[in-house]
């Protein structure tokens, strides 16, 4: 069974600091790597994908990828109260048909 | 322009009783998914449609029946509610084969059986 693995939380960070979530994978071929923003009660929102190795910044965003270590995570640089939900990681596979998707980690940002 | 698009957003059931969720799209995408999400188990994925008329089981599809009638539309029936169905589903639309970020979430459907 491939797996995606996220701690739970919560995370909690004071506004302005950086939120650093983690994420693991299973499946040595996966190819596509999201995160997803959950506000309490919403549906699932996009907020940064990545296929490559390395890092890719989006506004205060920053999504860093290593297949090697088969590692994804998510940098929130000046977290705003704003950003309280908990993100999902999800992992596309080359065979597979859908998003895998971990349980989610809930961040809580303090003012 | 209403993306994804599920009816009913909220519903009550008795074990037993049997409900069908409708999903809409109007994206023209080929590829269309229900997940349900449960607390502490994350979203997981119950069927999925990679075109019209097909269909194919994913993690849980034990109790659920889809149906693809058409591009736009998937629906999600449950033939003898169970309280083990209590859940939040989602429908997903996907533009076919891009494995990028154009998957879009439809808004739910709570879903409570007692």
């Known amino acids: 069974q491939k797996e995606v693995e996220q701690n739970s939380g919560p995370l909690s960070v004071p506004e302005g600091a950086i939120a650093s979530l983690n994420c693991t994978y299973s499946?040595?071929?996966?190819?596509?790597f999201f995160w997803y923003r959950q506000y309490s009660g919403k549906s699932p929102e996009l907020i940064m994908s990545?296929?490559?190795?390395g890092d890719k910044e989006d506004g205060r965003f920053t999504a860093q990828l290593n297949k090697a270590s088969q590692y994804v995570s998510l940098l929130i640089r000046d977290s705003q109260p704003s950003d309280s939900a908990t993100y999902l990681c999800a992992v596309f596979s080359q065979a597979g048909t859908a998003l895998i998707f971990g349980k989610g980690t809930t961040l809580s940002v303090s003012s | 322009n209403a993306g994804v698009t599920q009816t009913p957003k909220f519903q009550v059931l008795k074990t037993g009783q049997s409900m069908t969720l409708q999903c809409a799209q109007d994206?023209?995408?080929?590829?269309m998914y229900w997940y349900r999400q449960d607390p502490g188990m994350g979203l997981r994925l119950i069927y999925y449609?990679?075109?019209?008329?097909?269909?194919d089981k994913g993690e849980v599809p034990n109790g659920y029946n889809v149906s693809r009638l058409n591009k736009r539309e998937f629906s999600l029936r449950l033939e003898s509610a169970a309280p083990s169905q209590t859940s939040v589903y989602f429908c997903?639309?996907?533009?076919?084969?891009?494995?990028?970020?154009?998957?879009?979430f439809g808004p739910g459907t709570r879903l409570t059986v007692l």
């Open positions: 990545i296929y490559s190795n």
């Open positions: 994206m023209n995408h080929n590829s």
């Open positions: 997903v639309a996907e533009r076919e084969g891009q494995r990028t970020d154009t998957q879009y």
């Open positions: 499946d040595r071929v996966s190819q596509s």
């Open positions: 449609s990679a075109s019209e008329g097909t269909t």
